[in-house]
């Protein structure tokens, strides 16, 4: 029998029966929904688990900050390395890296026309600044051969407040608990300025002036307080900061100086770690960039292991993805028994059909079918009921899918506008396709034994009990 | 002449429980190629066994079955399966057509098999039933038909893959003395024209008369053979 018979005779078979074939499908389609169903929640959650850690940090970027490394016991491992120039080279050798800034981290008191404020001033290298994840929402990114001039986070507006807010917050009308939005735009084009004490004398201070060219894309991320601006500049801040220095002990920290009042100014370094460098031409930390997703952990353990203190957020996703995994197994496990069931329902049905048909099968062995045309004939006959089941249940999982999306976005979420839209369930193409060759392939495996029976049922006890 | 087939002690024993039951004892018998054969017998007597038997659609518990020579005693099951599709065709008492599909249909059902594709096997059946009188019944369920119109799709499905030995079980057994006459006209001018050899088992004397040949079995042995003399 060639493949289009067989297929035309399976399905005439089938509809013969069309209550029983519609029940048996009704099984496989449950059963499928439910595999679908649960897998997408458990791939949506995973998702939205990693978007939501996307938020928080790139996955391709990684910190390289000071000090040494620990291991679990405490131990350090290898010497402390030194963020200078040649720890950026190094750090551009390793496989899967391709973009290295050095970085500055500085906090100080700055104005911005009439409102006062602070600033939390981060310098990198401006012409890498497109390489390293960062995208403007307003404006533009710092460039190569910028000068004084600032792209800033969507919240550090936040931190800048004219005379009559600051008498308001002092009255306590607006605490920390109910921040009061303030639009980033405003930012933009604004002249900032910045003024910077002396470390080791106080009187001498001096003033630094930026200017605001863009601002970054991402309400409440990893990047969204901090204030950018060119290398050069954070390098001159420094100069001035640390003229007259002697070697102090704890050259990267400045204690906090003053009560803040009105004029004075306060400035102190932040230093992500404790340095223990007596190297001041140290950089404070090192943005490194990845290929991908996929190299950043690997990337992360290979700094580890030169002794270079790395930090990113792919770290945490492995742990993350064992969670969501672990979360997919189970349901699918559920899934896959109500599937199972389907299957057994299949047997069941075929066996049924053999007893029915056992005359039928007497006389097609009579005028000729081979043993394959009739074992390829059931084949197909519960083949096709899981297909059928795997189409039908797939498409009332892709509703499925929308409806619960739809449930949680207007009804879990309290109407509480989010910013990005949430899809627990998830319903990637590969997970249809699975279902799909998943259905028929029980279909098939259910319909084994019936099958066999069917090719080992005598003929002449089908044709001779008339 | 040459023997289409040969049939050298066979015998056919079923167990039923404690008892045995013969079948078949010792059965010889020479089948020549083109020849219509009937064998006559009362009901238990073993007729379908031997047919069943010659048709390999049954092992035999002892003796012998060559086709032009070949054993088909030791043949397999499979090819077995191969040589029914395409040198042999069966007629039963009760038809034995699919309910579910049309005239044309299952006529065409030994073609599908044959892998025959559908154009084809669908002209080669219509033609058959053309040829059966049924042209205006191509399209209709086994249930839409009279017992004589189904007996005669079921002859058109036996014929249609040109078969060189035709099995016919009580081919009448279901149907008025009208319809049976019509039905052994077709059966035996078909043998008359077409060459074929014709197998038939009946128990109802008067059919004996289309055959060339007749034997006589009772209790699983053959007791006569008589050869028809008919004109024509
Ligand atoms: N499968 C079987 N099991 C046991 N006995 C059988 C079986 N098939 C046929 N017989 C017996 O064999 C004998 C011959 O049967 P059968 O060839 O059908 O006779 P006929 O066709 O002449 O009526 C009968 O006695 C019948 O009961
Ligand atoms: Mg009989």
Redesign the interface.
């Known amino acids: 029998m060639n493949k289009l018979d067989l297929l035309r005779l399976a399905r005439q078979n089938l509809w013969r029966r069309k209550m029983r074939t519609f029940l048996t499908v009704l099984g496989v389609l449950i059963g499928t929904t439910s595999i679908v169903v649960m897998l997408s929640l458990g791939i949506g959650l995973g998702e939205e688990q990693r978007k939501s850690m996307e938020q928080w940090g790139s996955l391709t970027m990684i910190e390289v900050n000071r000090g040494m490394v620990f291991d679990e016991k405490g131990e350090p491992v290898g010497e402390a390395k030194e963020l200078n120039d040649e720890a950026v080279e190094e750090i551009k050798e390793i496989p899967g890296v391709t973009v290295v800034s050095p970085a500055y981290n500085l906090h100080g008191e700055a104005r911005m026309g009439r409102k006062e404020g602070g600033l939390q001033l981060v310098g990198l290298a401006p012409e890498l600044m497109d390489q390293l994840e960062f995208k403007a929402s307003e404006g533009r990114l710092l460039q190569g051969g910028d000068r004084n001039v600032l792209v800033v986070g969507q919240r550090v507006i936040d931190n800048f407040w004219d005379e009559s807010e600051r008498r308001a917050m002092a009255r306590g009308m607006r605490g920390p608990g109910r921040r009061e939005e303030k639009d980033p735009s405003e930012m933009m084009e604004q002249r900032i300025a910045l003024t910077v004490h002396n470390n080791n004398n106080y009187e001498k201070k001096r003033k630094f002036n930026f200017t605001v060219v863009g601002i970054l894309e991402g309400e409440y991320g990893q990047h969204s307080w901090q204030a950018y601006a060119p290398l050069e500049d954070l390098q001159r801040i420094r100069k001035f900061m640390l003229e007259g220095a002697k070697s102090r002990s704890d050259d990267g920290n400045f204690s906090q100086g003053g009560v803040m009042t009105g004029g004075t100014v306060r400035v102190e370094r932040v230093g992500r770690s404790r340095s223990n460098s007596r190297d001041t031409d140290n950089y404070d930390y090192l943005l490194v960039r990845t290929a991908g997703i996929e190299h950043t952990s690997q990337v992360s353990e290979v700094l580890r292991d030169k002794g270079y203190n790395s930090w990113s957020m792919a770290d945490n996703l492995e742990g993350f993805e064992k969670t969501s995994r672990t979360i997919q197994a189970v349901l699918g496990g559920i899934g896959a028994i109500t599937l199972l069931v389907a299957a057994i329902g299949i047997t069941n049905t075929m066996i049924m059909s053999i007893y029915e048909r056992t005359k039928e099968i007497g006389v097609m062995k009579v005028i000729g079918a081979a043993f394959s045309d009739i074992y390829s004939l059931f084949l197909t006959e519960a083949g096709m009921i899981g297909f059928l089941g795997g189409v039908f249940g797939l498409g009332l999982s892709y509703g499925a899918s929308h409806l619960i999306n739809h449930l949680v976005r207007n009804y879990i979420s309290g109407g509480m506008p989010m910013e990005e839209v949430v899809n627990i369930s998830l319903i990637p193409p590969w997970l249809a396709l699975f279902a799909l060759v998943f259905s028929i392939l029980i279909g098939v495996v259910a319909g084994l034994y019936p099958a066999h029976r069917a090719v080992r049922l005598s003929p002449i006890k089908a044709i001779r009990n008339e | 002449m040459a023997s289409l087939i040969e049939i050298k002690g066979l015998t056919k024993k079923y167990r039923l429980g404690q008892e045995v039951i013969t079948a078949l004892d010792n059965v010889d018998l020479t089948i020549e190629e083109g020849e219509f054969l009937c064998i006559l017998g009362t009901s238990g007597s073993g007729k379908?066994t031997l047919l069943?038997v010659i048709?390999g659609?049954?092992l035999a518990t002892k003796g012998e079955v060559l086709l032009k020579g070949v054993s088909i005693t030791k043949m397999k099951?499979?090819k077995m399966?191969?040589f029914?599709?395409?040198h042999?065709?069966?007629i039963?008492?009760?038809y034995?057509l699919?309910?579910?599909?049309t005239a044309i249909e299952n006529v065409a059902?030994?073609l599908?098999?044959?892998?025959v594709n559908?154009k084809e096997r669908l002209k080669r059946s219509r033609e058959m039933l053309i040829q059966m009188g049924l042209k205006d019944r191509l399209r209709n369920k086994p249930t839409e038909m009279s017992g004589g119109q189904q007996q005669r799709v079921s002859i058109a499905?036996a014929l249609i893959?040109n078969p060189k030995i035709i099995f016919a079980d009580e081919p009448t057994g279901n149907l008025d003395s009208k319809t049976t006459q019509e039905i052994m006209e077709i059966l035996s001018e078909k043998v008359r024209n077409s060459g074929v050899t014709m197998i038939m088992v009946t128990h109802d004397l008067n059919l004996a008369e289309y055959a060339d040949r007749v034997i006589k079995m009772i209790d699983g042995r053959i007791t006569s053979i008589v050869p028809n003399k008919k004109v024509g």
């Open positions: 379908s069943h048709a659609l049954e099951e499979r399966a191969t029914r599709r395409k042999m065709g069966f039963f008492q009760s034995n699919l309910s579910s599909l059902l030994p599908v098999f044959d892998r559908k499905r893959n």
